[in-house]
């Protein structure tokens, strides 16, 4: 009957409300187990927000929402972030931002009531128009945007709340000052559990980023050449396979601009810390990003080039198939060489010889391709048609010597 | 004397500063210059502000900072944004978080209260505590990342703020309702603002940059092949100076992924708008965006292919140089077709056509590069070594048929 189908759609419904639930829970699960620190970071965050509240449960200071608590607590969930880079940089600037505005504003306040009942709110009103238009077009300067942003925002919302809400300067002033309080005890309970509880350094994960890249750019450049050169006679599905776990890493290297260039903003705000100094270069990892990135596009364009219908005859590829195999081995080592000296911020004294043997391959690779048609020659009758299969090798063998040119730079 | 020295000494400080403001200004200007809609997003905040300054200013509701016109000046900073998108975006998530974490907190506060005097502060800081962590813990996740971060912010605020400030539960809900028709109320002024005085839609400038992308990938695909075709007799200054106006356009291609991202997630909250509908298809952008970005990564080598040390001679090029500018036109067209199209959100009838008329030109580009060795053959004598020359003419060609390939898959 209709209430059995009912029953039934509804328990349907409950069925895959349950799976949503569970695919989504084991989502999670595995963002927290790929990562603990994204977990601890959400522990850590209840943490200084229980600290904040008992500090002022336990304080006879305390008298309702409108109180003083209300900023300790807005300044905790507002400025804690996952590094300590975020958290000193929207910690600065909001207490930096909060004092400004709020001087600015008493004196606009002083002004305004002295200026007689008719001019009060025109001044109040006035100012609080050009100067909220002012800051939130500032926003749009780049240099702002990045190292102030967070500031200009706190910089309005204090500003406006003190403009419109002074009546009387006197009373005004210990407001401010209470509050300053508040927000600085808030500020500083929240950078303590962050800085002292296993902490998560924003110039930390850029340098790791860096490496990381590096290392999946020595990969897929070998993967790559494995690839084009390996036995046709080899299982397909196996080589895709491979390809695809190995060679496909240089993708992560043309997206990383964003999260690289917003870790190095942050990073400036990080102190000294391990091996990273007060005044360590971060801009100087903008640079060495771009580098890989110039390195990837390249390889992208290989990767395709293994990928094309159009191939080389296999008797052809076997003529450069060693010395392109080693030119590949010698990019992928000089990567790996400058990321584990990277890592170590060491100068490696091997990686000299590296790049050296790097460069020793590409002029055997050019010698071998300037031969190749004699090469070509010997071994069939039709010289010239076969020179013109030979013409998609060629251009895998000079995109091998732009990429060892790119890897130069990088190192 | 001193005096005159540490007088000069001043007056050259202030001379500086005086620079670096007037350039700051002058950077300032041509951002708005650029963008007049930059200078009257400052003024739109502005005006938002002093709406709900002066509604809360001439009402008899109005008492001081801890009153209810804090909760609209903070809303209306805080929400409004750029884009329609944006500021829809953070007006709903605000709305429902701080409408849930509410009824949540209040729920907990009556079970608290009911539970004892001993009991009550552990389960309140102990429900603070797991919901702060596990809603952080929940920012990590992809897809509440792209559409709720704000919300979650919200939620822990808006949480703690009622969990903490309970004591009472009937007083609370007075003040729970009157904060939610604030923030209303605060919400309504800042979206009508927003959308009433020329608004900023993100669909639209997502479309923009989609298709101005697509026209710097012509004319970048174009500029390359000039380059490399036209004769080494002008002036290199000259061609220097065309290239990098020109052909450099696909820079900003490369770079676009994280723009788009952003604009498509902001997107999905307008309201429909012009030719942009309720569900338009804000996800093809991305993998549009991806498709342009795949032909812009080989333009990227061809590029450094124009600009290598090692070059075909003279008379080589010349050989295939007519077919490849063709074919570099034939790609320029069908992208400029492409994207007068897309931009028009039309499809286009011509579109066919040019896609068929580049597939020739890379047919008879394909035709002239099999008939290579014998037209070269024909000019001079020593033809396998020309044929070695050739070899860098070969990989630009070839660039040119995969880049040809990828603009098949824009379009």
Same mark, same amino acid.
């Given at each position: 009957g209709p209430a059995a189908r009912a029953w039934a759609w509804l328990a349907s419904c409950v069925a895959m409300f349950g799976t949503k639930v569970s695919g989504f829970g084991k989502k999670a699960w595995k963002i927290g187990a790929d990562d603990p620190r994204k977990a601890v970071h959400g522990l850590k965050v209840g943490l200084a927000l229980t600290l904040v509240s008992v500090f002022y449960y336990t304080r006879p200071l305390y008298d309702g929402v409108g109180g003083a608590a209300m900023w300790a607590i807005m300044t905790v969930v507002v400025i804690? %972030? *996952?590094?300590?880079?975020?958290?000193? *940089?929207?910690?600065?600037? $909001?207490? !930096?931002?909060?004092? &400004?505005a709020g001087v600015i504003a008493l004196g606009v306040n002083w002004v305004a009531s002295k200026s007689g009942d008719k001019l009060e709110p025109v001044?109040?009103?006035?100012s609080l128009f050009i100067l909220a238009a002012a800051a939130t077009f500032s926003r749009f300067i780049p240099t702002v945007k990045a190292r102030f942003d967070y500031g200009v925002t706190i910089f309005i919302l204090t500003y406006s709340l003190v403009a419109v809400s002074g009546y009387r300067v006197d009373e005004l002033a210990a407001l401010a000052q209470q509050r300053l309080v508040t927000i600085a005890i808030g500020i500083f309970i929240c950078l303590a559990v962050c800085v002292l509880i296993w902490p998560v350094w924003a110039g930390q994960e850029l340098h790791l980023l860096a490496v990381r890249n590096m290392e999946k750019l020595a990969d897929a450049v070998e993967g790559c050449v494995e690839d084009y050169f390996s036995d046709a006679d080899a299982d397909a599905a196996k080589r895709a396979r491979v390809s695809s776990s190995k060679s496909e890493g240089y993708k992560c290297v043309l997206n990383s601009k964003a999260s690289e260039d917003s870790q190095a903003n942050l990073a400036r705000w990080e102190p000294a810390h391990g091996k990273f100094g007060f005044r360590h270069p971060y801009g100087q990892y903008a640079k060495l990003g771009a580098a890989m990135r110039h390195c990837a596009y390249c390889v992208e364009t290989l990767n395709s080039c293994v990928g094309a219908d159009v191939q080389a005859p296999e008797h052809v590829k076997r003529l450069l198939g060693d010395v392109c195999t080693r030119l590949g081995v010698q990019c992928g080592r000089v990567l790996r060489e400058a990321s584990s000296s990277f890592a170590e911020m060491t100068v490696s004294r091997t990686l000299d010889f590296v790049v050296a043997d790097m460069n020793t391959a590409v002029h055997e690779l050019q010698? /071998?391709? $300037? %031969?190749?048609?004699? &090469?070509?020659?010997k071994e069939s009758a039709a010289g010239s048609a076969s020179? !013109? /299969?030979?013409?998609?090798?060629f251009t895998v063998a000079s995109l091998l010597v732009e990429i060892s040119a790119r890897v130069e730079t990088v190192v």
């Open positions: 804690f %972030e *996952y590094t300590v880079g975020g958290s000193v *940089y929207k910690g600065f600037n $909001r207490a !930096i931002a909060t004092a &400004s001044i109040t009103c006035g010698g /071998d391709l $300037r %031969e190749l048609p004699v &090469s070509l020659a020179l !013109i /299969d030979a013409m998609p090798l």
